[in-house]
């Protein structure tokens, strides 16, 4: 990887307001502010984004889940009770903005005069809403969560263990996804905009971004009636395809066609297996996996992970270890890549944007700010009376 860092970063120039708590809206406004573009984050007076209290653990005076997604923005502490705060923050909207990001409770930004109105006065604005259950249908005034859309979408049907209570995703795939689903509509509005000098207002939602996780089990579903099972690690329409306790640890084995297959009943030392007409197609094998399964896990639990990783990658079978955290971290392609990224005074080391150009990943430019750090800067003598939790 190339440890120059680009001169001119993708959005350099652009300003965009973040209306935005949690994790969604923020983590993609954070991915507009490692892109380059100017990111005013807009923040109660009294305690800001409820996210800096998420914790323990804390870190540099706020919790760690805020500040690993509040990177490369300014933060402005605004009380929108304030008439004259708020008619302050509708001005630099509309005379600076290029992009606003909001995903508060249903309806507030309407009742604000935050909401895509402000476009009348501003028609190159780019308007995203990142809402709870999407814009329309009965549902669409309700909040949301991402462990609550990894249930209502579906998700955690299918995730976990056949037989065991329901598992929800580690990572928040939600929150996350449908910020970075929001991201992706907004650069598809720039284009756009460049073409005709237009902006727009782009909606897209947690539920939605549910549905789209489930692209793959409903089409499963449509195919053949049939809701999907709890699988475990495995793939429910590959076998063999899934975690093996070997003597020491576990090591996810992925044969996902028949050479594949193949390959791996000769590193396990059964060959025949490959002929056996349980196991002959993948369709075989997965209707008998079960059976295959047990076969699989007699044999790697034989030897260690390591020993295994060794004889398998040989064979050209793809595996990997279940690695912990500390382990990711450490790992020799984790640092070749430089991802975990230190901010320019050192206080902070973060997930770095998984995005390069010619070479070059977007550099660390500021450390996330501490509530309200921006506001004399943004808005210098607006009115921000303090008042209650807005959001």
């Known amino acids: 990887m190339n440890q120059r860092h680009p001169s001119h970063l993708p ?44 914790g323990p653990p804390f870190w540099h005076d706020a919790a760690a889940a805020f500040q690993c997604l509040n990177r490369d923005k300014q933060s402005i502490a605004v ?29 507030r930004v309407e009742k604000l005069g935050l909401d895509a109105s402000l476009r009348r006065d501003n028609p190159r604005l780019i308007y995203c809403n990142l809402g709870a259950f999407g814009k329309v249908g009965p549902m669409n005034q309700r909040p949301g969560y991402d462990p609550l859309m990894q249930a209502f979408g579906g998700i955690m049907s299918i995730t976990g263990e056949e037989g065991r209570p329901p598992v ?38 947690l539920f939605e971004t549910a549905l789209a996780w489930m692209t793959v089990p409903s089409a499963l579903y449509a195919a053949s009636g049939e809701c999907q099972r709890r699988t475990g690690s495995e793939a429910a329409m590959l076998a063999p395809y899934k975690a093996y306790k070997a003597k020491d640890d576990y090591i996810v084995i992925a044969a996902g066609n028949d050479n ?43 030897a260690t992970r390591a020993q295994w990783v060794e004889r398998l990658e040989k064979a050209g079978v793809p595996c990997a270890p279940i690695q912990a955290v500390d382990e990711m971290l450490a790992h020799p392609q984790t640092r070749a890549l430089d991802m975990v990224q230190r901010s320019p005074d050192g206080r902070f080391a973060v997930m770095g944007l998984p995005l390069s ?21 943004v808005m210098g003598g607006a009115p921000r009376r303090a008042a209650g939790n807005e959001d």
Request: with cysteine; glycine share 10%; proline share 6%.
């Open 168 to 205: 929800r995703v580690g990572p928040s795939i939600i929150d996350m996804a449908a910020g970075m689903w929001s991201v992706i509509g907004i650069l598809a509005a720039l284009n756009r905009r460049a073409a005709t000098g237009e902006g727009c207002e782009v909606d897209t939602s």
């Open 260 to 302: 594949l297959f193949r390959r791996l009943t000769q590193a396990l030392g059964k060959a025949e297996w490959a002929d056996d007409p349980r196991f002959k197609t993948n369709g075989d094998r997965v209707v008998n996996r079960a059976t295959l399964n047990d076969m699989v896990d007699q044999v790697v639990g034989t």
């Open 79 to 107: 009380d929108l009770k304030d008439p004259s705060a708020l008619a302050t923050l509708r001005r630099l909207i509309v005379e600076q903005a290029d992009i606003v990001l909001q995903n508060m409770r249903p309806g």
């Open 357 to 377: 150009f010619d070479g070059m990943r977007p550099p660390f430019r500021a450390s996330p700010p501490a509530l309200g750090q921006h506001t004399e800067e």
């Open 11 to 54: 959005l350099s120039g652009l300003v965009a307001f973040e209306l935005g708590h949690s994790v969604a809206a923020p983590y993609g406004a954070q991915i507009l502010g490692e892109l380059g573009a100017r990111v005013i984050k807009v923040e109660n007076p009294e305690g800001g984004d409820d996210a800096r209290k998420w």
